[in-house]
């Protein structure tokens, strides 16, 4: 289970300064949530984030940056840190940022780049555990042998072109995606 506390004071400021640390993020969010938070994220260095503990992994530092960025759907700031990341994280935060854009068919050109990322199995059981709305998505999840983040990306698709059951189901994926995302690059940047 996510949990702010978990992480530094600031970046948890950073996750319970909107929405206390539970905000399902729109599949495709029109703007930025602007304000004080994100205007100190866009100020904040990759050091402060991690109230000076030592940090093993930039590459996985910027990752928490990247990730940041998308919580608060500020695109292109995530976009323009992802962009950099050659890592597997690098590219899955980076598909999901397109995906979000929504840039579907860019965002599968990254997921291509992400290759079988080791959270995709987890992710796929922690989705199967949601208590999701519909019973299409999670006989869809089953029956495939792995995650597929190009089926996902293609049910979002279908979601935001107005299919609302499906689009809230998919958002609580999302969300779980983003945990997932967020932790593993979190741990990552400070065990290197």
Request: glycine share 6%; net charge negative.
């Amino acid at each position: 289970m996510f949990d702010v506390a978990s992480y530094s004071l600031t970046v948890g400021e950073f996750l319970h300064g909107l929405e206390e640390g539970c905000r399902r993020m729109p599949l495709a969010p029109t703007r930025p949530v602007e304000g004080k938070g994100l205007a100190a994220l866009r100020r904040v260095t990759v050091d402060e984030l991690f109230d000076g503990a030592r940090v093993a992994s930039r590459e996985f530092a910027q990752c928490v940056r990247s990730a940041l960025f998308l919580y608060y759907s500020a695109l292109d700031d995530s976009h323009r840190i992802s962009q950099d990341i050659g890592s597997p994280s690098g590219s899955f935060l980076h598909g999901i940022m397109h995906r979000q854009e929504p840039d579907y068919s860019n965002a599968k050109y990254w997921f291509r780049r992400v290759g079988s990322h080791e959270l995709f199995p987890t992710l796929r059981e922690d989705a199967l555990r949601l208590p999701l709305k519909s019973e299409v998505l999670p006989a869809a999840i089953r029956s495939a042998p792995k995650w597929d983040p190009f089926w996902f990306v293609d049910q979002v698709e279908r979601a935001v072109a107005g299919d609302d059951l499906l689009a809230a189901d998919l958002i609580e994926i999302q969300r779980l995606e983003w945990d997932l995302l967020f932790d593993y690059s979190y741990r990552r940047a400070l065990s290197g």
